[in-house]
T-cell receptor, first 112, second 113 residues
Framework: DVKVTQSSRYLVKRTGEKVFLECVQD?????MFWYRQDPGLGLRLIYF???????EKGDIPEGYSVSREKKERFSLILESASTNQTSMYLC???????????FGEGSRLTVL | GQQLNQSPQSMFIQEGEDVSMNCTSS?????WLWYKQDPGEGPVLLIA?????ELTSNGRLTAQFGTTRKDSFLNISASIPSDVGIYFC??????FGAGKSTFGDGTTLTVKP
């Protein structure tokens, strides 16, 4: 069974803190993605990566960075968390350009 | 970026009723996908469509890829309580931006027993 695992289901952080969200997939997929989900706004792409050490900005990259040092792992970093980054964060992976995304269970981040 | 208009935003229906939702875009896609998200979980793929005009079924679900390549719809027949969740459409251009998907805002479905 395919599996995308996100390290934390729930996090509470303070404004200005550095936040790491980790994602691991066990399917040997080239492509990995970070989305943000907010009510009424659907899923918005933050960053994606199509290979190790490669990254591209999505639609809302401001305030975020990413790291992909190994094929199976894609990390989302908030250098200095702000209250408007309170959200549900979803990691996904995909094999090539087939279209189907496999999602993790999500990480709900609250920034106080 | 590309925009998808998904409607309706929410639906409240009685068990046994049929459901219809759709997505439209101002630009073309060459893949349409429909996902369902259960509460507290990540979205899961329901149906993928790869060709204009394609009509595909998965149990009680039927989806179509519009002939203009700018729209798609999803029908659920004879709804049951476990159909509750958020349904997302997603469009994709396979050779654009490593094939990133653009998502609609979602349709929240509530089914009353």
């Amino acid at each position: 069974d395919v599996k995308v695992t996100q390290s934390s289901r729930y996090l509470v952080k303070r404004t200005g803190e550095k936040v790491f969200l980790e994602c691991v997939q066990d399917m040997d997929h080239e492509n990995m993605f970070w989305y943000r989900q907010d009510p009424g706004l659907g899923l918005r792409l933050i960053y994606f990566s199509y290979d190790v050490k490669m990254k591209e900005k999505g639609d809302i990259p401001e305030g975020y960075s990413v790291s992909r040092e190994k094929k199976e792992r894609f990390s989302l970093i908030l250098e200095s968390a702000s209250t408007n980054q309170t959200s549900m964060y979803l990691c996904a992976s995909r094999l090539g350009n087939t279209g189907e995304l496999f999602f993790g269970e999500g990480s709900r981040l609250t920034v106080l | 970026g590309q925009q998808l208009n998904q409607s309706p935003q929410s639906m409240f229906i009685q068990e046994g009723e049929d459901v219809s939702m759709n997505c439209t875009s101002s630009s073309i896609f060459n893949t349409w996908l429909w996902y369902k998200q259960d509460p507290g979980e990540g979205p899961v793929l329901l149906i993928a469509l790869y060709k204009a005009g394609e009509l595909t079924s998965n149990g009680r679900l039927t989806a179509q890829f519009g002939t203009t390549r700018k729209d798609s719809f999803l029908n659920i027949s004879a709804s049951i309580p476990s159909d509750v969740g958020i349904y997302f459409c997603a469009g994709q251009l396979r050779n654009f931006g490593a094939g990133k998907s653009t998502f609609g805002d979602g349709t929240t479905l509530t089914v009353k027993p």
